[in-house]
């Protein structure tokens, strides 16, 4: 079984300061981890994924996460947030293998202040 | 095709109505998949159809809900005997053909349903 613990429901930055939402799972299964955006009243969309190869993985919009077992941890930074990061993060887990079907964090909501 | 949509976008009903959803997933796409979120919780699986056939259901989904997909192309979520506590963001996402590893799922802007 996997799990996603997202640390912080909502975390406060100012715009241009570095953004870290933390992220740690648990799997018994080599994992694939991933974040995810939610807009306001719009559905995920997929910042980025680890599978295999390279841990720091970027993403879009400027997002990266290192994927870090020995800690089992999987944090999204940004080094400088914008006003349109302002959003909820999900942090989502899935077994290598089978179905595919993640299991998501409670979610972090970012709020960037000018 | 512009992407995963989901109709009706926003739904109230009264207790104890049924209620229907439909979701278009992305044309090419052969894997749907239905999720539930509540309010400050993530998506949480309900069921997940290759093409027309059901694959996998969650325990979430109790024997009031019941989803289809005709021909492997739409699909529909419907919920029976509505309670409140159905009430929730429903979300539906869509992936192409798996070549044996993961492919990324586009989620739908979601149906949010509130149950009175």
Redesign the interface.
């Known amino acids: 079984a996997q799990s996603v613990t997202q640390l912080g429901s909502h975390v406060s930055v100012s715009e241009g300061a570095l953004v870290l939402l933390r992220c740690n799972y648990s799997s018994s299964v080599p994992p694939y981890l991933f974040w995810y955006v939610q807009y306001p009243n719009q559905g995920l969309q997929l910042l980025l994924k680890y599978t295999t190869g390279a841990t720091l993985v970027k993403g879009i919009n400027g997002f990266e996460a290192e994927f870090k077992k020995s800690e089992t941890s999987f944090h999204l930074t940004k080094p400088s947030a914008h006003m349109s990061d302002a959003a909820e993060y999900f942090c989502a887990v899935t077994r290598s293998g089978g179905s595919y079907i993640p299991t998501f964090g409670r979610g972090t909501s970012l709020i960037v202040h000018p | 095709d512009t992407g995963?949509s989901q109709d009706p976008r926003h739904k109230i009903t009264k207790r104890g109505q049924n209620v229907t959803f439909r979701c278009d997933p992305i044309s090419e796409h052969n894997r749907l998949?239905w999720y539930r979120q509540t309010l400050?919780?993530?998506?949480?699986?309900l069921t997940?159809f290759q093409n027309e056939a059901q694959?996998?259901k969650s325990r979430l989904l109790s024997d009031r809900f019941s989803a289809e997909r005709p021909k492997g192309s739409f699909s529909t979520l419907e919920i029976q005997r509505t309670e409140q506590g159905d009430s929730a963001m429903y979300?539906c996402?869509s992936s192409p053909r798996?070549s044996g590893?993961?492919?990324?799922?586009f989620?739908?802007?979601?149906t949010r349903l509130t149950v009175l």
């Open positions: 995963v998949y400050g919780q993530g998506p949480e699986f997940y694959l996998e979300l996402a798996s590893g993961y492919n990324e799922q989620f739908g802007p979601g």
